[in-house]
């Protein structure tokens, strides 16, 4: 059985006000339920699903998948932006804690790929 890799972090709202606020999220991991899919947790119970190829990729270039886009801002920073029925979302990171979260995942798909079954 997989552990759920879990990685805290810090995101900052970006809203239209000239000033930003930081909320404690949780990047969540679960190899055995969902492979593919990383969840980041917002106090309140929000949570951000999306595809795991999608971090990746954002960490690099834009890139974009049905109502989620990421892409790197600057050298050490990622931005997350979310469209819903309610508006669009952005959130803004930096990338380290994103950068060990994922290669925690990959520490684990390795570990999991070679585990007798």
């Given amino acids: 059985m997989s552990p759920v890799i879990q990685e805290e972090a810090e995101a900052r709202l970006v809203t ?3 000033d930003t606020f930081s909320v404690p999220v949780d990047l969540l991991y679960d190899g055995a339920a969902d492979p593919r899919t990383v969840h980041v947790a917002f106090p309140g119970g ?6 795991l190829d999608l ?3 954002g ?13 790197p801002c600057g050298r050490a920073q990622l931005i997350v932006e979310r469209h819903s029925a309610d ?7 930096d990338t380290a ?21």
């Fill in 16 to 18: 239209e006000a000239t």
């Fill in 46 to 51: 929000t949570d951000w699903a999306f595809g």
């Fill in 55 to 57: 971090l990746e990729g």
């Fill in 59 to 71: 960490m690099q270039t834009p890139t974009e998948r049905g109502a989620i886009r990421v892409w």
């Fill in 87 to 93: 508006g669009v979302e952005v959130v803004q990171f």
């Fill in 97 to 117: 804690p994103l950068i060990r979260f994922l290669e925690r995942t990959h520490t684990e798909s390795r570990t999991s790929a070679t585990a007798p079954a």
